[in-house]
T-cell receptor
């Protein structure tokens, strides 16, 4: 079954510290992987999209990596800020097409001062 | 340019009542989607519309119907609400690229 699993479920870090969130997927064939940020009470917003041939992509303080061989991705947040407090969702394209997506359950990150 | 808008933001229904969730996008996107988000789970696709005039079932379509009214609007209807449909509902749209843009969500409680 095509699945996306994320770890940890939740994480608390101090402002200014770095952190790394993990994503494992079993989706096949693979097309692309995305990371979304979802603030409390809002819809998800895209951070990065990576295709099969890309293994690193950055968006400001966010850096996503992809290892298509091991079917793993990570999202690294550098020099965290209070505004980084949110859920981070790993998403893989569904091979069924029509731009359908398979979502992980997310990692809830809290950044404390 | 408002992106994807959804109404209402909040709704409380009694079991058996019906309602329609509205979604509109102003980005001229061909495809639109309805998802539900439940605690501890990833977003799940209810229905989608690959283009104007077409709709298809997603992962969890039971208890829902949709209408792609025109290119801009895609509505989700609950004919007879059940407590299991308590959830947060998100509408999204996309062009031919990979990117999906999400609305702010509708928080629905069925008592």
């Amino acid at each position: 079954k095509n699945q996306v699993e994320q770890s940890p479920q939740s994480l608390i870090i101090l402002e200014g510290k770095n952190c790394t969130l993990q994503c494992n997927y079993t989706v096949s064939p693979f097309s692309n992987l995305r990371w979304y940020k979802q603030d409390t009470g809002r819809g998800p917003v895209s951070l990065t999209i990576m295709t099969f041939s890309e293994n690193t992509k950055s968006n400001g303080r966010y850096t996503a990596t992809l290892d298509a061989d091991t079917k793993q991705s990570s999202l690294h947040i550098t020099a965290s800020q209070l505004s980084d407090s949110a859920s981070y969702i790993c998403v893989v394209s569904d091979p069924g097409g029509y731009n359908k997506l398979i979502f992980g359950a997310g990692t809830r990150l809290a950044v404390h001062p | 340019n408002a992106g994807v808008t959804q109404t209402p933001k909040f709704q409380v229904l009694k079991t058996g009542q019906s309602m329609t969730l509205q979604c509109a996008q102003d980005m001229n996107h061909n495809s639109m989607y309805w998802y539900r988000q439940d605690p501890g789970m990833g977003l799940r696709l209810i229905y989608y519309s690959a283009s104007e005039g077409t709709t298809d079932k997603g992962e969890v379509p039971n208890g829902y119907n949709v209408s792609r009214l025109n290119k801009r609007e895609f509505s989700l209807r609950l004919e007879s609400a059940a407590p299991s449909q308590t959830s947060v509902y998100f509408c999204a749209s996309s062009s031919s690229s990979y990117e999906q843009y999400f609305g702010p969500g509708t928080r629905l409680t069925v008592t």
